[in-house]
T-cell receptor, first 111, second 113 residues
Framework: NAGVTQTPKFQVLKTGQSMTLQCAQDMNHEYMSWYRQDPGMGLRLIHYSVGAGITDQGEVPNGYNVSRSTTEDFPLRLLSAAPSQTSVYFC??????????FGEGSWLTVV | GENVEQHPSTLSVQEGDSAVIKCTYS??????FPWYKQELGKRPQLIID?????GEKKDQRIAVTLNKTAKHFSLHITETQPEDSAVYFC????????????FGRGTSLIVHP
């Protein structure tokens, strides 16, 4: 009963490095999304997908790319890491009008 | 797009007291309003939700009310316990093909023993 699985849980990057946060769900949900959480800012939407092959930008998309080649996977790519991208990242999945399930989170520090 | 305002940002109560967190939304087409609880270092998890065809919903010590006319909804926790201490997020979303909710900024609830 995995639900939404995110990796890695912790990562330290140097400014300018690139990396990919992996996200997979085994619930056959059509909707998947990535949020970042910063103190006092709540959960801000980075990118989302309403199905395989379809992605769209959220509130704070700059510096991030996503793709959705399968229903199960929705990786988030940081193209050139910046200290402003230090945050906690949550992947989430859901079906129409139903509960959002979050992954356990990925703590990213950019130095 | 949708805008969700949540108040207060911090709420401190004594064990046994009630706690109320309020949210307002801007898009009258929103019809689904979930509440999430996030304990320190953990992921947000759904605790209760309400749809626009219902004015109130209860689950043990937790209740949510919705006023569609005023576009606000509230979370009520009665007989608070220390384990209720967490950050609570409200959210609003529309159904159909754009089911991506907008979250409030969160309320840090502290319950003192």
């Amino acid at each position: 009963n995995a639900g939404v699985t995110q990796t890695p849980k912790f990562q330290v990057l140097k400014t300018g490095q690139s990396m990919t946060l992996q996200c997979a769900q085994d619930m056959n949900h059509e909707y998947m999304s990535w949020y970042r959480q910063d103190p006092g800012m709540g959960l801000r939407l980075i990118h989302y997908s309403v199905g395989a092959g379809i992605t769209d930008q959220g509130e704070v998309p700059n510096g991030y790319n996503v793709s959705r080649s399968t229903t199960e996977d929705f990786p988030l790519r940081l193209l050139s890491a910046a200290p402003s991208q230090t945050s906690v990242y949550f992947c989430a999945s859901s079906t129409t009008g139903n509960t959002i399930y979050f992954g356990e989170g990925s703590w990213l520090t950019v130095v | 797009g949708e805008n969700v305002e949540q108040h207060p940002s911090t709420l401190s109560v004594q064990e046994g007291d009630s706690a109320v967190i309020k949210c307002t939304y801007s898009d009258s087409a929103s019809n689904y309003f979930p509440w999430y609880k996030q304990e320190l270092g953990k992921r947000p998890q759904l605790i209760i939700d309400i749809r626009s065809n219902v004015g109130e919903k209860k689950d043990q010590r937790i209740a949510v009310t919705l006023n569609k006319t005023a576009k606000h909804f509230s979370l009520h926790i009665t007989e608070t316990q220390p384990e209720d201490s967490a950050v609570y997020f409200c959210a609003a979303s529309k159904g159909g093909g754009s089911y991506i909710p907008t979250f409030g900024r969160g309320t840090s609830l502290i319950v003192h023993p």
